[in-house]
């Protein structure tokens, strides 16, 4: 039996591959390098260039940047009227900014569960949770996937709520041939490094609903406008603007934006990448036994932002941690999404408790991340493939032994 190397022997690779990691060419350093040189290095032309380039993409009528992805959140919240005494229902696996957007307005998150299967929000668990005082439901694309969207705007339409898509992990990705961005009321991106495409930072707020689209631009910016048709008081000059609400500086600058451009140009390349990453995976897992796959909901097509393993460590002689190590240990970043949102001592001092959610506290507990990027090589991942199946075949002959 190959020694691992968590315990002296030779790891598999001599240099770390990270979970994650962002791909910048020539054509994004000349990008940013033009607007260095250009007269606005924010407020300028590439922010709008970049709404419109996101409203072609993806179908949706109105576009507003913002600063990240947090941002982007926060300011949908906003735009949809989410306030003390509302409650949302979202997922507690997912990044803390989805339900942390509910608390910045005031409002109450409220945790379903999810589907073992898919790993999203289930909707099932979504209607058991609606009470008289649910306003509106952020469901997650998470590690790129679409959520159930059929069954979760029905349940939207039975009850008034309005739907949130969290989609910073899902860029490029379709269900039923619809675009991410055109699916929700609201849908907000995320551009950060290790996503699908990045801007640094930089994050964006999607709708077809001209009210809500208004909401969102004055949210994201201070709450100030000089557009006539939403001015009160009409000034006599150019100069005029009002501010008609308590709003935020979310602005996301000319500089992020060109690097945003110059990626999406690259969206088609990175998403066919990544879906061939996928496949590949899927198909080299797909027949252990003590591996589970993520299953993704009918009339998807999915650009992954993760690939995520399932282990069951009944049939491992290990625990999720000693596996984890023993991958890092191997040279392969793996990482782990997510931890219960409230799980964490902020949450639990708001009076959330363990067991809530028990779908989503087995699928953490069974977890693990593994490095999935458009520059990974064959090699890279035949490496990360290789790294899985020797620990599979240790940790299962070493459960064999305990009862020889």
């Given at each position: 039996?190959?020694?691992?190397?968590?315990?002296?022997?030779?790891?598999?690779?001599?240099?770390?591959?990270?979970y994650?990691?962002?791909?910048i060419?020539?054509?994004?350093?000349?990008?940013?390098?033009a607007?260095?040189?250009?007269?606005?290095?924010?407020?300028?032309?590439?922010?709008?260039?970049?709404?419109?380039?996101?409203?072609h993409l993806?179908?949706?009528?109105?576009?507003?940047?913002?600063?990240?992805?947090?941002?982007?959140?926060?300011?949908?919240?906003?735009?949809?009227?989410?306030?003390?005494?509302?409650?949302?229902?979202?997922?507690?696996?997912?990044?803390?900014?989805?339900?942390?957007?509910?608390?910045?307005?005031?409002?109450?998150?409220?945790?379903?569960?999810?589907?073992?299967?898919?790993?999203?929000i289930?909707?099932?668990?979504?209607?058991?949770?609606?009470?008289?005082?649910?306003?509106?439901v952020?469901?997650?694309?998470?590690?790129?996937?679409?959520?159930?969207?059929?069954?979760?705007?029905?349940?939207?339409?039975?009850?008034?709520?309005?739907?949130?898509?969290?989609?910073?992990?899902?860029?490029?990705?379709?269900?039923?041939?619809?675009?991410?961005?055109?699916?929700?009321?609201?849908?907000?991106f995320?551009?950060?490094?290790?996503?699908?495409?990045?801007?640094?930072?930089?994050?964006?707020?999607?709708?077809?609903?001209?009210?809500?689209?208004?909401?969102?631009?004055?949210?994201?910016?201070?709450?100030?406008?000089?557009?006539?048709?939403?001015?009160?008081?009409?000034?006599?000059?150019?100069?005029?603007?009002?501010?008609?609400?308590?709003?935020?500086?979310?602005?996301?600058?000319?500089?992020?934006?060109?690097?945003?451009?110059?990626?999406?140009?690259?969206?088609?390349?990175?998403?066919?990448?990544?879906?061939?990453?996928?496949?590949?995976?899927?198909?080299?897992?797909?027949?252990?036994?003590?591996?589970?796959?993520?299953?993704?909901?009918?009339g998807?097509?999915?650009?992954?932002?993760?690939?995520?393993?399932?282990?069951?460590?009944?049939?491992?002689?290990?625990?999720?941690?000693?596996?984890?190590?023993?991958?890092?240990?191997?040279?392969?970043?793996?990482?782990?999404?997510?931890?219960?949102?409230?799980?964490?001592?902020y949450?639990?001092?708001?009076?959330?408790?363990?067991?809530?959610?028990?779908?989503?506290?087995?699928?953490?507990?069974?977890?693990?991340?593994?490095?999935?990027?458009?520059?990974?090589?064959?090699?890279?991942?035949?490496?990360?493939?290789?790294?899985?199946?020797k620990l599979?075949?240790?940790?299962?002959?070493?459960?064999?032994?305990?009862?020889?």
């Open positions: 039996m190959t020694k691992l190397a968590l315990y002296g022997g030779e790891p598999l690779r001599n240099m770390r591959l990270s994650g990691h962002q791909y060419d020539g054509e994004d350093i000349q990008a940013v390098t607007v260095l040189k250009s007269d606005f290095l924010t407020c300028g032309p590439k922010v709008s260039e970049l709404e419109e380039t996101l409203c993806t179908g949706a009528a109105h576009c507003t940047a913002v600063s990240n992805g947090t941002a982007a959140l926060h300011v949908a919240c906003l735009a949809a009227g989410i306030g003390p005494g509302d409650e949302v229902i979202t997922t507690p696996i997912t990044f803390a900014a989805s339900a942390n957007a509910i608390l910045y307005c005031g409002g109450k998150p409220v945790f379903a569960d999810i589907d073992p299967h898919t790993y999203m289930d909707p099932v668990s979504i209607e058991e949770c609606i009470t008289e005082r649910t306003k509106a952020i469901a997650v694309d998470f590690t790129g996937a679409p959520c159930d969207y059929d069954s979760i705007q029905a349940i939207c339409q039975k009850y008034n709520l309005l739907l949130i898509e969290d989609a910073a992990h899902s860029i490029g990705t379709k269900h039923r041939g619809i675009p991410v961005g055109s699916i929700a009321d609201l849908t907000t995320s551009f950060h490094p290790v996503k699908t495409i990045t801007a640094g930072e930089g994050g964006a707020v999607l709708t077809k609903d001209s009210t809500l689209a208004k909401r969102v631009e004055l949210f994201a910016k201070h709450g100030i406008t000089r557009d006539s048709e939403l001015l009160r008081n009409q000034g006599n000059s150019n100069w005029y603007y009002e501010q008609q609400l308590l709003g935020y500086n979310y602005r996301m600058t000319d500089i992020q934006c060109a690097l945003a451009l110059s990626q999406l140009n690259k969206l088609e390349r990175f998403s066919t990448r990544r879906k061939e990453l996928v496949r590949r995976y899927d198909e080299a897992f797909g027949e252990i036994p003590e591996v589970m796959i993520q299953t993704e909901v009918e998807s097509d999915t650009v992954r932002h993760l690939y995520i393993l399932r282990l069951d460590f009944n049939r491992l002689n290990c625990g999720r941690k000693e596996f984890y190590d023993a991958m890092q240990a191997e040279n392969i970043g793996v990482n782990v999404h997510y931890i219960p949102v409230y799980w964490f001592p949450y639990q001092s708001l009076g959330y408790q363990k067991g809530l959610c028990p779908n989503a506290e087995v699928y953490y507990e069974s977890s693990i991340t593994l490095p999935l990027f458009y520059s990974m090589t064959d090699q890279d991942q035949d490496d990360v493939i290789q790294a899985v199946n599979v075949r240790y940790f299962r002959k070493q459960m064999e032994a305990k009862y020889v």
